[in-house]
């Protein structure tokens, strides 16, 4: 498919980068030279500078051919212009990062039709979500469901002196439907198989049926109590998402913030929470607002550095968990390694739900993990499909692809070498990210 991704930040380059790897005919507008720089040292895609909401500008580029256009500038009103310009010109889908709120209330559907964006993301909103789903199972470190919840794939760390550790995965006893799909050893990612073994401080990806992986956390995890008090440090756009999040779901939330306008403007949203000025890295203010004594510590400030100080030190006095936000994805082993319990980056969250709707064929989502050390794929196997009416050991899969789940009619089951995989099963593969496209190529028919 043609794409055109209008901004050249982060998230711009960070969506470049997967696409022309899943073999995408990309484009990316930017006006700033330095960025198109860095997209032409390190990409294989064309760069070309201008305004990507210019309609004389999609008229050069020639867009008869262009499947998606991705708006993701530093400015909402950039972004909706780009996208209302691509739509007049027959661009079939649109997709705009938006982040002021103010255009996403309740009437917002409406004006999105207008605009002709046909999804919009917020990766505040994103990032947000992401933390409350994970909040909700106290031993995960990451929570995703595939095929409409029927699936759910669990990552969690293995605690010290574990009964399961050392013994071969063919021998492990797991509940009926749940299969061990993926392991973080010392910042590599494994794809497992039957001789390989769980170890301690592990961290393990299950897969399987959604009911079936919810009984089984506490198997292989530290005893934890359900969360129930949240220190929030940071109340910029995700803090202020996840407040209201948290609230509404009947947790106690604290917020600190040295920022006053951030805190007034928080306390005029809140009912229940409650919201600090001050700094959230001041050692003696942490000791009394009780940092110990949380369930959960999130870290949001836009310093990666403070936020690990905080989130140690929240470590050092008793918080049962520690969630911390990074700008810089190469930070997230680190700080994992040095016992950070959950570390995102809501620039890959980001790309990884714009990635989501850039579907290809019977491709239905792709989900990174660990900061894209892994890939999970959803596809549906369609008649065309290599996979349809063959055992799984006899199709010729790239190396390190592991079919974790299938979804027939209804059902979920985990497959074996002499599964046949018929048409229209749900079918989610776990990989690495280097085998991706090749994965999907593979499943394209091509070599």
């Known amino acids: 498919m043609k794409i055109i991704v209008v901004g050249a930040g982060k998230v711009g380059y960070t969506l470049a980068q997967r696409l022309a790897q899943e073999d995408h005919d990309v484009i990316v507008v930017e006006q700033n030279g330095e960025r198109r720089t860095i997209i032409e040292s390190n990409l294989d895609v064309m760069t070309i500078e201008g305004?990507?909401?210019?309609?004389?500008?999609?008229?050069?580029?020639?867009?008869?051919?262009?499947?998606?256009?991705?708006?993701?500038?530093?400015?909402?009103?950039?972004?909706?212009?780009?996208?209302?310009?691509?739509?007049?010109?027959?661009?079939?889908?649109?997709?705009?990062?938006?982040?002021?709120?103010?255009?996403?209330?309740?009437?917002?559907?409406?004006?999105?039709?207008m605009l002709g964006i046909d999804l919009i993301i917020n990766p505040e909103m994103v990032t947000a979500l992401e933390i409350s789903q994970i909040l909700k199972t106290p031993a995960a470190l990451d929570v995703e469901d595939f095929a409409g919840g029927k699936v759910r794939l669990l990552e969690v760390k293995i605690r010290h002196n574990s009964p399961f550790s050392g013994i071969p995965l063919k021998d492990l006893k797991l509940?009926?439907?749940?299969?061990?799909?993926?392991?973080?050893?010392?910042?590599?990612?494994?794809?497992?198989?039957?001789?390989?073994?769980?170890?301690?401080l592990d961290s393990v990806f299950f897969i399987g049926d959604r009911d079936a992986i919810c009984g089984m956390e506490d198997l292989f995890v530290e005893k934890r109590t359900k969360v129930e008090r949240v220190l929030i440090i940071g109340a910029g756009r995700i803090g202020r998402h996840l407040t209201l999040l948290l609230e509404a779901d009947s947790y106690l939330v604290k917020v600190i913030e040295r920022d006053r306008g951030r805190c007034e403007d928080l306390a005029r949203l809140v009912n229940k929470a409650m919201i600090i000025c001050g700094d959230g890295t001041d050692v003696e203010l942490l000791s009394e607002e009780g940092i110990g004594d949380y369930d959960a510590v999130i870290c949001l400030t836009d310093d990666d550095k403070l936020n690990l100080l905080v989130a140690l030190m929240a470590k050092h006095f008793g918080a049962q968990k520690t969630f911390v936000r990074v700008g810089r994805p190469e930070y997230i082993t680190l700080m994992e390694q040095v016992g950070v319990d959950v570390v995102f980056s809501p620039r890959l969250l980001t790309?990884?739900?714009?990635?989501?709707?850039?579907?290809?064929?019977?491709?239905?989502?792709?989900?990174?993990?660990?900061?894209?050390?892994?890939?999970?794929?959803?596809?549906?196997?369609?008649?065309?499909s290599p996979l349809a009416g063959w055992p799984i050991k006899n199709v010729r899969f790239p190396r390190r692809v592991l079919v974790g789940a299938v979804v027939r009619k209804g059902n979920t089951f985990i497959p074996n070498g002499d599964s046949v995989l018929h048409v229209r099963d749900r079918v989610v593969i776990f990989t690495l990210p280097e085998n991706a496209a090749k994965v999907l190529d593979f499943l394209e028919g091509r070599k």
């Open 175 to 200: 509940p009926n439907n749940v299969l061990v799909a993926g392991i973080l050893r010392k910042g590599k990612m494994i794809i497992p198989h039957g001789n390989d073994t769980i170890e301690e």
């Open 51 to 113: 305004n990507g909401a210019s309609p004389q500008l999609l008229a050069d580029i020639g867009i008869h051919d262009v499947g998606m256009m991705i708006a993701v500038t530093d400015s909402d009103e950039v972004n909706m212009i780009a996208c209302l310009a691509a739509k007049q010109s027959g661009v079939p889908k649109t997709i705009a990062r938006i982040r002021n709120t103010e255009y996403l209330g309740k009437n917002s559907q409406h004006f999105e039709s």
């Open 351 to 384: 790309a990884g739900a714009i990635l989501r709707q850039v579907r290809r064929g019977d491709i239905v989502s792709v989900t990174f993990f660990e900061g894209a050390k892994a890939e999970a794929i959803e596809l549906d196997v369609i008649p065309e």
